[in-house]
């Protein structure tokens, strides 16, 4: 069965304004003949049908205002679901562009913070179209496993500054940078939480030829600090905390 939950769009836009339809089903079975059945209506393309036959347990497809789920297995659904819930959330507050890496960051907090599935979750991916050969790149990165990478690249001062990381796409975010990125969020929500949303407000409004070179003016902004006194308290943090 399908419900639509229709989603205001902000005074400036938001990620997911209009309606967005939920689709539900008891079985895999059933969501694969829904796939077959439906690729018409929903205008599927073969990378579509790709991420549907391997997430059987369902599968969000942003560009389409679609989420699929089957009920015997939904709880292999909850991360991603959370994921964009809080890349939404980010989007929702900035209402404009913001840089690769404080997207998935963001969707990677909310992930940790109320997924179920504490233990041996699966992983959460990246997966995104090249910006030229339309492939799609699979980065698989858990969380579970971000602390002790972020521990390991700070150890052997292989992080990068956030100016350097704000200039990755999407496409070039590897597992260092998605690493880092969670990390930083994460001190900056256990922490600093006021300095965190100081940032996300700061960055309102922003133009997306203005991206990434903003993102240090706006930890100036939101904290009353250099990027690079940031970058200094969260290595301590990590050192500290990450075991």
Same mark, same amino acid.
């Given at each position: 069965?399908?419900?639509?939950?229709?989603?205001?769009?902000?005074?400036?836009?938001?990620?997911?304004?209009?309606?967005? @339809?939920?689709?539900?089903?008891?079985?895999?079975?059933?969501?694969? /003949?829904?796939?077959?059945?439906?690729?018409?209506?929903?205008?599927? /393309?073969?990378?579509? +049908? +790709?991420?549907?036959?391997?997430?059987?347990?369902?599968?969000?497809?942003?560009? +389409?205002?679609?989420?699929?789920?089957?009920?015997?297995?939904?709880?292999?659904?909850?991360?991603?679901?959370?994921?964009?819930?809080?890349?939404?959330?980010?989007?929702?507050?900035?209402?404009?562009?913001?840089?690769?890496?404080?997207?998935?960051?963001?969707? @990677?907090?909310?992930?940790?913070?109320?997924?179920?599935?504490?233990?041996?979750?699966?992983?959460?991916?990246?997966?995104?179209?090249?910006?030229?050969?339309?492939?799609?790149?699979? !980065?698989?990165?858990?969380?579970?496993?971000?602390?002790?990478?972020? +521990?390991?690249?700070?150890?052997?001062? /292989?992080?990068?500054?956030?100016?350097?990381?704000?200039?990755?796409?999407?496409?070039?975010?590897?597992?260092? @940078?998605?690493?880092?990125?969670?990390?930083?969020?994460?001190?900056?929500?256990?922490?600093?939480?006021?300095?965190?949303?100081?940032?996300? !407000?700061?960055?309102?409004?922003?133009?997306?030829?203005?991206?990434?070179?903003?993102?240090?003016?706006?930890?100036?902004?939101?904290?009353?600090?250099?990027?690079?006194?940031?970058?200094?308290?969260?290595?301590?943090?990590? !050192?500290?905390?990450?075991?």
């Amino acid at each position: 069965y399908m419900e639509t939950l229709q989603v205001e769009e902000g005074r400036r836009g938001n990620y997911f304004g209009g309606p967005v @339809h939920i689709w539900t089903f008891e079985t895999a079975q059933q969501f694969q /003949d829904w796939v077959t059945t439906y690729s018409e209506a929903y205008q599927f /393309d073969d990378e579509d +049908k +790709k991420q549907f036959r391997e997430n059987p347990s369902g599968w969000l497809l942003s560009h +389409k205002r679609l989420a699929t789920i089957v009920a015997e297995d939904a709880k292999d659904v909850e991360n991603p679901l959370l994921h964009d819930l809080g890349v939404m959330f980010l989007r929702y507050q900035v209402l404009g562009p913001v840089a690769a890496w404080q997207s998935e960051a963001m969707g @990677h907090l909310v992930e940790e913070l109320f997924s179920t599935d504490k233990f041996g979750r699966v992983n959460m991916s990246t997966r995104s179209k090249y910006a030229n050969g339309g492939g799609i790149a699979g !980065k698989d990165y858990n969380t579970k496993d971000g602390r002790p990478q972020a +521990k390991g690249i700070v150890k052997a001062g /292989d992080d990068i500054p956030i100016q350097e990381l704000s200039q990755q796409t999407l496409n070039s975010l590897n597992q260092d @940078h998605l690493a880092q990125g969670f990390s930083i969020w994460e001190y900056l929500y256990n922490k600093r939480l006021q300095d965190l949303v100081g940032i996300i !407000k700061s960055q309102r409004g922003v133009k997306a030829k203005d991206m990434p070179g903003v993102v240090d003016g706006a930890i100036q902004a939101g904290t009353g600090k250099s990027a690079a006194d940031l970058e200094r308290d969260w290595r301590d943090y990590v !050192k500290k905390n990450y075991r």
